[in-house]
């Protein structure tokens, strides 16, 4: 986990923080913030394009910069012919920088954010809050937003759905999305509950953020990829009951709870815990997060969200590698994933029995 090589680099999440670094070093780079914002824009109009045929469609913008990518989309969209209507929450002669110059490029009306906007809308685009969500949704971006919700019409967000925080998942009012755009890297509310239930799909899209921004970066967070403990991987023997696994500590919720007295989100609690305790600590649930003790952390994104309590089956896995002397870290991201990854192919009722016969179909899949 150490050597930060390039395939590696797929899986880094990047904070709200280092992402608006991201973007200033993309800047620095020659890559400018005029281009992200039309790139971005013009990402999420595609992926809407590639799945559905034009329709009525809303546009529903905020007064910052994941509003000015709003901008963009419905002018993409409007010309390439589809009924769109945009409605804004704020000034538009507020807007500043590229969102204000996007803004200019829109030439439909820009109708004032409420319910009523949403009338006859077959798609909703949410691009009020991205990254810069401060505090809790209220007033019309909440009635119209919980209106959205309520209705039929599928909800595609830009970034991260509007009142989802972008660095713990939290919810702050936000309702769910079929689809989410995110640029560049996904953040850890992407992957942490509620915030990973309420993305619904989640495709990044490549803005033309240079990859060398991740050098100054140095990023600790990762999303859960055979990519990031492959190369660790040993031949796996496995224990038939729940371990003691040396060097890795899982915990289920209430485990965690009657070890831990930190509080927070998921992600910041295991980190802490995996400090206080010197070793790397497992938090499973339907976002386990996986933390080492130097702070490097990773989540886990595909065991089932509706996940709850410890497994016998994935701490055997964790122990098994850890025996065959794979570092601890990487035992314990290969066991989770891996223990996920079965239950997709062969259903919850896969015991720590069958891990020996369902290893090898899945190492196969990974290489393939
Ligand atoms: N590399 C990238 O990922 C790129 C992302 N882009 C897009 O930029 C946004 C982030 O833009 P930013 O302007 O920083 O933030 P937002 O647009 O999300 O929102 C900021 C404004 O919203 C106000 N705010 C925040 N929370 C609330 C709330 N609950 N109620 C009301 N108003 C709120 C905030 O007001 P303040 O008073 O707090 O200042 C701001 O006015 C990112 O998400 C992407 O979509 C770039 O376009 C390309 C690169
Ligand atoms: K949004």
């Known amino acids: 986990m150490h050597t930060f090589d390039r395939d590696r680099r797929q899986s880094v999440l990047l904070t709200v923080s280092q992402m608006a670094e991201a973007d200033r070093l993309s800047v620095v780079a020659g890559v400018s913030s005029f281009?992200?914002?039309s790139n971005a824009g013009e990402a999420v109009a595609r992926e809407?394009?590639?799945r559905w045929t034009p329709r009525p469609l809303v546009v529903l913008c905020g007064p910052g910069n994941n509003g000015g990518d709003g901008f963009v989309t419905a002018h993409r969209l409007a010309e390439a012919g589809w009924p769109v209507t945009l409605a804004m929450w704020g000034d538009p002669s507020a807007l500043k920088g590229e969102a204000k110059q996007h803004a200019q490029r829109w030439q439909g009306a820009v109708h004032t954010l409420s319910p009523a906007v949403l009338e006859g809308a077959e798609l909703i685009v949410d691009a009020v809050f991205g990254a810069g969500l401060a505090r809790a949704l209220q007033g019309p971006v909440l009635e119209t937003l919980t209106a959205a919700g309520r209705g039929n019409a599928p909800i595609i967000a830009i970034d991260i759905p509007s009142g989802v925080m972008g660095d713990t998942g939290e919810s702050l009012g936000a309702v769910a999305a079929v689809l989410t755009v995110p640029f560049f890297r996904k953040k850890p509310g992407?992957?942490?509950q509620p915030g990973r239930a309420l993305c619904g799909d989640v495709v990044v899209a490549d803005i033309g953020t240079p990859e060398t921004v991740l050098d100054t970066l140095v990023p600790q967070t990762y999303e859960n990829h055979p990519r990031l403990w492959l190369s660790d991987l040993p031949p796996i023997a496995?224990?038939?009951r729940a371990p003691r696994c040396a060097g890795v500590l899982p915990l289920d919720e209430d485990e965690f709870r009657q070890k831990f007295a930190f509080s927070g989100d998921s992600l910041t609690r295991t980190r802490a815990a995996a400090q206080s305790c010197s070793r790397v600590v497992v938090l499973e649930g339907g976002d386990t997060v996986i933390a080492a003790p130097d702070g490097q952390a990773i989540i886990?994104?595909?065991t089932p969200s509706n996940r709850a309590?410890?497994?016998?089956?994935?701490?055997?896995?964790?122990?098994g590698l850890q025996a065959q002397?794979?570092?601890a870290l990487s035992a314990a991201a290969a066991g989770m994933w891996l223990h996920g990854a079965a239950i997709a192919e062969f259903g919850p009722g896969f015991s720590a029995q069958d891990w020996p016969a369902v290893l090898p179909v899945l190492l196969r899949g990974l290489v393939n």
């Open 48 to 50: 809407i394009q590639r």
């Open 190 to 192: 992407h992957l942490l």
């Open 325 to 327: 002397g794979m570092p």
């Open 309 to 319: 309590g410890a497994s016998v089956v994935s701490r055997s896995i964790i122990h």
């Open 35 to 37: 281009a992200l914002m």
């Open 238 to 240: 496995t224990q038939d």
């Open 300 to 302: 886990n994104s595909n």
